[in-house]
């Protein structure tokens, strides 16, 4: 697979032009002035692009001093958390059975909710969509939603 870096962003609002241009001035500073649940919402956010779920959760990112302010966050929300550097990157880890289920509470990340090698160490219970016809509401269907 092929990813190509972005080079531009086109938008016509200005605030949200001032927010994207406020974060990639300073991440560090814009992720410390999010109140809690924002900050919950950009990690889980950070995490589906920028990490990896296996049997730890790992967020990657050159700029350390983002991972920093991540890393105070997550432990006043009682979560251990550890920086490691991996070649140019720095990796913000998590890897105690304890601290990844508080997480996994915590957030709604694509990534933590399908992962199956994470299934049953928070004891989460995922709710997984038929594709009977029959399970699926009528408007829904009719709509087109496919699930899966």
Known sequence: MT???AKKILVYS???????KKAKQN??????G???????QF????LDAEGTVTDRIVIYNSNKMLLEEIQEFLKS???SSHIYTFGKVFGLQIYRRSEIKKLMKLLNSDKLLSSS??????GRQV????TAPEACPVPVCEAGFQPG
Do not use: A, C, M, V
Not at 14 to 19: A, N, R, S, T, W
Not at 27 to 32: A, L, R, V
Not at 43 to 46: K, L
Not at 127 to 130: C, D, M, Q, V
């Open 77 to 79: 929300k009682g979560i």
């Open 127 to 130: 709710e997984t969509l038929s």
């Open 34 to 40: 999010l109140g809690d649940e924002e900050k919950l």
């Open 27 to 32: 991440p560090s500073q814009f992720f410390k």
């Open 117 to 122: 090698r994470l299934k049953n160490i928070g």
């Open 14 to 20: 200005k605030k949200i032009f001032e927010i994207f």
């Open 3 to 5: 990813y190509r870096k």
């Open 43 to 46: 990690i889980s956010g950070f």
